[in-house]
């Protein structure tokens, strides 16, 4: 018994090896360490007394790795609306996304007493009516420029779900040796190591599913802003640098100088009155 034990206990040590290399490989290697890992962990069902077909199916499961293309797709689009539409222009991109099934994620505006507004709203929207809503949100006001990108994660996402894969199916072994342990001692150590098993199980199916919901939905953000909302153009090239410098310490200096008039006014007709005061006291002084 106790050498079935060990024999368990060694093809586990392995089948963690394997899934560690996983982790650690790129590309197609990954997927191939995790059906290792997969493999080893049959046979040690198979050693423990389990069924061989059980075995083969589970070695099996790691080869039904969903191999769809997963693609991140995000888009950042300026809009110049008309004045005093922003608030409408929000609502009739939620509209949009809406009809499609998409999500509205937030917005913020800033709207000052005087000035033109601006703001910003974020849509989560399905992966297959991208570009029609891309398209139709473009039509709501002045098209200014967008940024847009795409980030390819299948080799990522194939490679946490053949990580997932040989993780559950080492799961399953504890499961079925915590089933047959006869002893405290026994039965404490394969908790502890079923707990560790299911802790990495849950730390990847975490980003799978972070990974699934990036995938299917790609993020649109929309910049809106009224006429005349624009930033400053900063100057590029030095000579314009310097005027812009100069031009700002002289403003410095006129607005230090007429601090410096409103203070001497009063002290200035303060002294003149003083001394028109002198000479009439002069003027009144007998000969």
Same mark, same amino acid.
């Given at each position: 018994?106790?050498?079935?034990?060990?024999?368990?206990?060694?093809?586990?040590?392995?089948?963690?090896?394997?899934?560690? $290399?996983?982790?650690?490989?790129?590309?197609?290697?990954?997927?191939?360490?995790?059906?290792?890992?997969?493999?080893?962990?049959?046979?040690?069902?198979?050693?423990?007394?389990?069924?061989?077909?059980?075995?083969?199916?589970?070695?099996?499961?790691?080869?039904?790795?969903?191999?769809?293309?997963?693609?991140?797709?995000?888009?950042?689009?300026?809009?110049?609306?008309?004045?005093?539409?922003?608030?409408?222009?929000?609502? $009739?991109?939620?509209?949009?996304?809406?009809?499609?099934?998409?999500? +509205?994620?937030?917005?913020?505006?800033?709207?000052?007493?005087?000035?033109?507004?601006?703001?910003?709203?974020?849509?989560?929207?399905?992966?297959?009516?991208?570009?029609?809503?891309?398209?139709?949100?473009?039509?709501?006001?002045? +098209?200014?420029?967008?940024?847009?990108?795409?980030?390819?994660?299948?080799?990522? /996402?194939?490679?946490?779900?053949?990580?997932?894969?040989?993780?559950?199916?080492?799961?399953?072994? /504890?499961?079925?040796?915590?089933?047959?342990?006869?002893?405290?001692?026994?039965?404490?150590?394969?908790?502890?190591?079923?707990?560790?098993?299911?802790?990495?199980?849950?730390?990847?199916?975490?980003?799978?599913?972070?990974?699934?919901?990036?995938?299917?939905?790609?993020?649109?953000?929309?910049?809106?802003?009224?006429?005349?909302?624009?930033?400053?153009?900063?100057?590029?090239?030095?000579?314009?640098?310097?005027?812009?410098?100069?031009?700002?310490?002289?403003?410095?200096?006129?607005?230090?100088?007429?601090?410096?008039?409103?203070?001497?006014?009063?002290?200035?007709?303060?002294?003149?009155?003083?001394?028109?005061?002198?000479?009439?006291?002069?003027?009144?002084?007998?000969?």
């Amino acid at each position: 018994m106790k050498l079935r034990w060990m024999a368990v206990g060694l093809a586990l040590a392995a089948a963690v090896a394997g899934c560690s $290399r996983a982790g650690d490989g790129a590309g197609g290697g990954s997927q191939a360490e995790p059906q290792v890992a997969q493999d080893r962990a049959a046979a040690a069902t198979k050693d423990a007394g389990a069924p061989a077909g059980k075995g083969s199916a589970a070695a099996a499961e790691v080869r039904l790795v969903d191999l769809g293309n997963r693609i991140v797709r995000t888009a950042r689009v300026d809009l110049e609306v008309g004045k005093g539409t922003l608030d409408e222009t929000i609502d $009739r991109a939620t509209d949009v996304v809406t009809r499609a099934d998409g999500t +509205y994620v937030g917005s913020s505006t800033s709207v000052p007493g005087e000035g033109p507004a601006t703001g910003e709203v974020t849509f989560r929207v399905p992966v297959d009516a991208f570009e029609a809503i891309l398209r139709e949100l473009k039509g709501l006001g002045t +098209y200014r420029g967008e940024q847009s990108g795409t980030e390819d994660v299948t080799n990522q /996402y194939v490679d946490l779900r053949g990580q997932l894969t040989a993780w559950r199916a080492q799961e399953r072994v /504890y499961l079925r040796l915590l089933g047959r342990a006869r002893s405290i001692g026994d039965v404490i150590a394969v908790q502890n190591q079923l707990q560790q098993v299911q802790s990495n199980i849950e730390r990847l199916q975490g980003q799978v599913n972070h990974l699934e919901d990036q995938s299917s939905f790609s993020t649109i953000v929309l910049n809106l802003s009224e006429p005349g909302a624009g930033g400053v153009a900063q100057p590029r090239s030095r000579l314009e640098r310097a005027w812009a410098t100069a031009v700002s310490g002289l403003g410095v200096m006129a607005a230090a100088a007429l601090v410096a008039l409103v203070w001497l006014t009063p002290l200035v007709a303060l002294a003149g009155l003083v001394l028109l005061l002198l000479r009439a006291a002069k003027r009144l002084r007998p000969a």
